[in-house]
């Protein structure tokens, strides 16, 4: 049916003869499906192609699914191996037909494959064109597990039934403990945990409802439902991961913090917990953490140019105060350790003071704060000073007292690295004052500050080059034209997501950092003893060189690393 789609392609006039036999002989050769190959070469958008395809095999397109509506009933209709094979998979239901998806419809041994599923579950169906991009969206969102479940749900159905032999029915921690070592639902928990470090998430978040136990990736910044589990399996989930993380089993009425490490695919990953009661029952997440993709070198972060050249002195300084700011989920932390690893070395003594710890760095003395025993960044700040330390982590400045101890400790000869949340590099000055640090104390003491955010990175196997519409290359120059530091590149062309196997079809793996990292000098000391304004001071920055996020981004869209438009997004209140 290959031959059906290049021909309505030739019909349309998107392609010519000559081509369509070019791209059908490339398709065959390399192993893959004519539409792959169209979107690959950018003849025609996902979008577009799919559009043209249904018209072509009269199948409607569907492209407005959501897997959360999809019941459990429905997605056992066609099991995940048998809808990753076929490249087809259940997305609602109508009346009472089974609405299904396909990528390829035309394909006769796809339809044969459904045929005998709706006649072994004995359900009728109805057929949808899907993109290949949704498939690929929505097979991860897929209920997986099944055998798992079969089994931990087998169990509980046991527990249950002897429970009700009995006069009280209780709630024990030895209750619980032993339904959450079970076999099953410790395999439950380890697949998911095994599910996430191989997708690359960040976090995994367990949700209880009404009806079901939602599993939900964060991925490249984002949410992604993962699976849908019976929610009679909710405690003893949630029990497995407290025993791993040592928290209280029976303590469901307050949130608990904990941790553990385990082993995925010959790695040593560390997983930070967090439970939180809600009106359906405990919701757990779990960050996780792996120290090789943490503690990488500045340049790896996405800082580059003159911002990693500015960062580098600020570490090469015999003493002063590096702080890094942004919102929550910015990657601070992840800039800290790598100065961290920047500065660590035999003869250096440091010491952090951190919460939580979020990962271990040998040859450093890292220390978490308790403040329940009275034990906050502030008291530990004065103990660390008594440890002949040469470099300091503070994990974030929040009141008066840290801040007045940090600079202190800045201004006698320490390196003292540190968080704040602000918006900008700018911000951090107005900031400090707000906490009564004062003018004349800042102005020697702050050595530098790196303001970032996070953007989705490109794919490098399928990003697209392209040229900026008018109106955003007008913005793109406007942007340039107002840092003295920055020239006009010789070419405006940015680049776009594409969409590839390697990605999902998602156009984008990852996660890159964009920077403007202020360094003091006169002009801005200065400033600050003066007392000036917010604009004086950034105008002063810039004459030092600083490059805002926002014009760090645009070149890195120059560079394929992202798109100006997740740019703009990222940095919008920085405005």
Do not use: W
Not at 212 to 224: A, H, M, N, T
Not at 257 to 272: A, C, L, P
Not at 444 to 450: D, E, F, G, Y
């Amino acid at each position: 049916m290959s031959n059906m789609i290049l021909k309505k392609l030739e019909e349309e006039g998107v392609i010519d003869k000559e081509k369509a036999l070019s791209l059908n002989a490339q398709a065959k050769s390399e192993y893959k499906e004519v539409e792959e190959m169209i979107i690959e070469e950018g003849i025609l958008s996902e979008d577009d192609l799919f559009s043209i395809k249904s018209r072509a095999i009269d199948v409607p397109l569907k492209d407005d699914i959501n897997m959360d509506s999809v019941s459990d009933a429905t997605i056992k209709c066609i099991p995940r191996e048998t809808a990753k094979s076929y490249n087809m998979i259940p997305i609602g239901k109508e009346g009472e037909k089974i609405e299904v998806g396909m990528v390829y419809p035309e394909n006769l041994k796809t339809k044969e494959a459904l045929d005998f599923l709706a006649y072994r579950n004995k359900f009728e169906y109805k057929i949808y064109l899907i993109k290949i991009s949704d498939f690929n969206k929505l097979l991860r969102q897929y209920q997986t597990l099944e055998e798992e479940v079969g089994s931990a749900m087998q169990k509980i159905e046991k527990e249950e039934d002897t429970e009700e032999e009995k006069e009280e029915v209780s709630e024990t921690e030895r209750e619980f403990r032993e339904l959450a070592e079970e076999a099953p639902i410790i395999r439950m928990v380890g697949v998911i945990m095994k599910q996430a470090v191989e997708g690359e998430a960040s976090d995994i978040h367990i949700e209880p409802s009404k009806e079901q136990l939602k599993v939900r990736f964060r991925v490249s910044g984002k949410l992604y439902s993962s699976l849908f589990l019976p929610m009679k399996i909710h405690q003893a989930i949630v029990a497995r991961i407290k025993i791993l993380s040592n928290l209280r089993i029976d303590e469901r009425r307050l949130s608990q913090d904990g941790r553990f490490s385990t082993e995925v695919e010959n790695k040593n990953i560390d997983f930070r917990v967090s439970t939180l009661p809600t009106t359906q029952g405990e919701k757990v997440v779990i960050r996780v953490l792996d120290s090789e993709k943490a503690l990488m070198e500045m340049e790896d972060l996405g800082l580059s140019g003159n911002n990693l050249e500015l960062a580098q002195k600020s570490t090469q300084e015999p003493n002063g105060l590096i702080l890094v700011t942004g919102p929550t989920g910015s990657g601070k932390t992840t800039t800290l350790y790598s100065i961290l690893k920047e500065l660590n070395e035999e003869e250096v003594n440091i010491v952090t003071l951190e919460d939580p710890v979020e990962y271990y760095m040998e040859g450093v003395n890292q220390s978490q704060t308790k403040p329940d025993i009275g034990y906050t960044f502030a008291s530990g700040l004065r103990q660390i000073l008594r440890q002949d330390p040469d470099v300091i982590m503070v994990g974030e400045i929040r009141d008066e007292e840290t801040a007045e101890l940090a600079i202190h400790a800045a201004l006698t000869g320490h390196i003292v690295l540190s968080t704040l949340h602000t918006n900008s590099a700018v911000g951090a000055i107005p900031r400090l004052l707000d906490m009564g640090v004062r003018p004349f104390l800042i102005s020697p003491a702050l050595n530098s500050v790196i303001a970032q955010r996070l953007v989705p990175k490109l794919c490098q196997e399928c990003k697209e080059k392209v040229t900026p519409e008018a109106d955003m290359e007008t913005l793109i120059k406007n942007e340039i034209s107002e840092n003295p530091s920055l020239s006009a590149p010789k070419s405006m062309k940015t680049h776009k997501p594409g969409g590839c196997n390697k990605c999902g079809s998602e156009g984008f793996r990852g996660r890159v950092g964009i920077f403007e990292v202020m360094k003091m000098d006169e002009k801005l000391k200065k400033a600050i003893l003066e007392n000036a304004d917010r604009d004086v001071i950034e105008k002063a920055a810039y004459q030092s060189g600083m490059i805002s996020m926002r014009q760090d981004g645009i070149y890195k869209s120059f560079e394929g690393l992202t798109t100006v438009e997740e740019v703009l997004k990222a940095t919008k209140e920085t405005d």
